[in-house]
């Protein structure tokens, strides 16, 4: 059964400081997911990571996959208010649902 | 990316009633969608899998008979929560893919179901 881990579940964080969420997977897999989540909304896609060693970037936040520890990681780097909301990683077998970690809700102040 | 669009985003019903919910991939064929229920600060459980033409699969624990799926398009798929119970509130996210091993999900905008 593909289990998904993500840690912490909770981040306080301070703006303009990085911060690290993991994201491990129980069995083989070859793609991961990142999502955002805001209050009420439905999921807006940030990152899909196809391959080991994976490194994908977009303005404050970088993924990344490492397939033989079956981890991925979200940094966030300098973190500014607009990053509050709750993040979840995915993963999937081929042609199967998306089993999604118990998601990050991350909360900035100044 | 591909659209999928879901109606209605929110709807309230009476304890007793059945409300059905739409998912329509706009531009592509969706081989496959997957339903999802999102309860308060929780993750999304994956409610079931349906194929176009073929019955839904269902995950453990839930109620085939209370939570309807219909994929007769390759385009739409419909959920039916019948008999509704203030239990069945929650937030409900259907997901599309257009099969062929693709890596994309593309989701809905979700359905905010509240059972009064």
């Known amino acids: 059964e593909l289990k998904v881990e993500q840690n912490p579940l909770f981040l306080s964080m301070q703006e303009g400081k990085n911060y690290t969420i993991y994201c491990n997977y129980s069995?083989?897999?070859?793609?991961l997911y990142w999502y955002r989540q805001d209050p009420g909304k439905s999921l807006e896609s940030l990152f899909v990571?196809?391959?080991?060693?994976a490194v994908k970037q977009e303005g404050r936040l970088m993924a990344s996959l490492d397939t033989k520890a079956r981890l991925s990681t979200l940094h966030i780097t300098a973190a500014v208010h607009d990053l509050s909301a709750t993040y979840f990683c995915a993963t999937q077998q081929a042609g199967t649902a998306l089993i999604f970690g118990k998601g990050t809700t991350l909360s900035v102040s100044s | 990316g591909a659209v999928v669009s879901q109606h209605p985003s929110r709807v309230i019903c009476k304890s007793g009633t059945s409300v059905k919910i739409e998912c329509r991939s706009l531009?592509?064929?969706?081989?496959?969608m997957f339903w999802y229920r999102q309860f308060p600060k929780q993750s999304l459980m994956l409610m079931a899998t349906?194929?176009?033409?073929?019955?839904?699969?269902?995950e453990q624990g839930v109620e085939k008979d209370k939570f309807l799926i219909n994929h007769a398009s390759l385009t739409l798929s419909t959920l039916t929560v019948t008999s509704a119970h203030p239990e069945d509130s929650s937030f409900y996210i259907c997901s599309a893919s257009s099969g062929g091993g693709g890596p994309e999900a593309f989701f809905g905008q979700g359905t905010r179901l509240t059972v009064v």
């Open positions: 990571l196809l391959s080991n060693g």
């Open positions: 069995t083989t897999s070859d793609r």
């Open positions: 531009d592509f064929q969706a081989t496959t």
């Open positions: 349906s194929n176009e033409g073929s019955k839904a699969t269902y």
